[in-house]
């Protein structure tokens, strides 16, 4: 038994704890919010505890690898990863005219893989050329980024492929990419907009369009929005109570407990709660920066410093698209909606994160 309890500990050992108690803390507000969201549904509880325990469990497992060996795994998994969107592409199913899975016995998304296996990819490759970092090693990274997001972009899952490119572009940033290629970069996006606007698809464009001006679809496509922001305005300073939100008892906020569970959140408890939850998120990503900071090789900075960014773009674009300001674009909350996929992706990275920071003497040696 004492051996087991060592065991146990070495293992916890390699949690970092401010993060953990970060976590548990927005797990804790997830739980609630579900709870209400779901009219406290037992069948909707009971799976969001197994999907929060499920999550946890793999975050202790990531954080206990070693990043020198996490690092190993990134090219495997980017090429399976890629492989894997190949075989969507040809014989993926089709479910609401997307193609975005595959049957493996069970429904895989691929594009979720990639989440985790691009970032450490790209990490990889550029802790291998840390020596020597010339302009070449940048179009390398360029090309192995554009690669799963022009085949997300494909099936088509234009959020998902946002997410992802937003991703690489992170640890394209942190590695040393030059200012004037960002400046310019962007310069050809703003410039190619007409273009990107011609091939996006009529519901992509409905989307833009119903965000300018809900009232135009009012039971259509500029429903949700329209809900959502009545939802979040009712809530006023402090909200309605947990549980007394009328715009979600009443069932008029659509998707409530997954992709829309911040506008119960912001009924309920109003204008002070959601400024409380935007610091708690905030936090984290600091917390993970910080991770970064300290991290002895530059594959933990890489991974670190993007990992926490990508939670801080799924919240901003989340709290944006129910708030009414950017388009509707299928984001959950993170660790906040409920749904196991994305649960065990972002306490995978979260646990990578502790990784770094609970093996700094480790990657020293």
């Given amino acids: 038994m004492p051996q087991n309890s060592h065991w146990i500990l070495r293992r916890l ?9 970060l976590v548990v803390l927005l797990l804790g507000v997830s739980l609630a919010m579900v709870t209400s969201a779901s009219g406290q549904s037992p069948a909707r509880i009971s799976g969001h505890l197994i999907n929060i325990g499920l999550a946890l469990s793999v975050m202790v497992v990531m954080a206990n690898v070693p990043p020198h060996i996490l690092s190993k795994v990134g090219p495997p998994l ?6 894997l969107l190949v075989g969507v592409a040809l014989f993926g199913e089709i479910r609401n005219g997307a193609r975005r899975w595959l049957n ?30 010339r302009g070449k090693h940048f179009w ?3 090309a192995l980024l554009l690669v799963p997001f022009l085949l997300i972009l494909r099936q088509p899952d234009l959020g998902t492929a946002l997410m992802i490119g937003a991703s690489g572009f992170y640890l394209l940033f942190f590695a040393g990419l030059s200012w004037k290629v960002i400046a310019g970069g962007g310069a050809l996006a703003g410039a190619s907009l007409p273009l990107v606007w011609s091939l996006m698809h009529d519901y992509q464009q409905r989307r833009v369009l119903t965000l300018l001006d809900p009232t135009s679809d009012p039971l259509g496509d500029g429903y949700h929005i329209i809900q959502s922001t009545i939802a979040i305005g009712s809530g006023g300073l402090f909200g309605k109570g947990w549980m007394q939100g009328t715009q979600n008892q009443l069932d008029f906020v659509p998707e409530r407990t997954t992709d829309f569970i911040y506008a119960v959140f912001g009924e309920e ?21 910080v991770i970064a900071a300290r991290a002895p090789t530059l594959f933990g900075r890489l991974m670190a410093a993007t990992l926490s960014l990508n939670l801080f773009t799924y919240a901003f674009v989340n709290m944006g698209m129910v708030s009414g300001i950017l388009p509707v674009v299928g984001v959950p909350l993170p660790l906040m909606s409920y749904g196991g996929t994305a649960f065990i992706t972002l306490l995978l990275g979260v646990g990578i994160m ?3 920071a609970t093996h700094r003497q480790l990657n020293k040696t």
Avoid: C
Avoid at 108 to 116: A, C, D, I
């Fill in 140 to 142: 390398v990274g360029g």
């Fill in 78 to 83: 980017y090429v399976a990863g890629v492989i």
């Fill in 13 to 21: 050992g390699h949690l970092d704890g401010i993060l953990l108690t």
């Fill in 104 to 133: 493996l016995g069970f429904a895989f998304q691929p594009s979720e893989l990639l989440k985790l296996a691009l970032p450490l990819m790209l990490a990889w490759y550029f802790q291998r050329n840390e020596g020597g970092l």
């Fill in 269 to 289: 408890f109003g204008y002070v709660g959601t400024i409380l939850l935007i610091g708690l998120y905030l936090a984290i990503v600091a917390r993970g920066l």
């Fill in 354 to 356: 502790m990784s770094v």
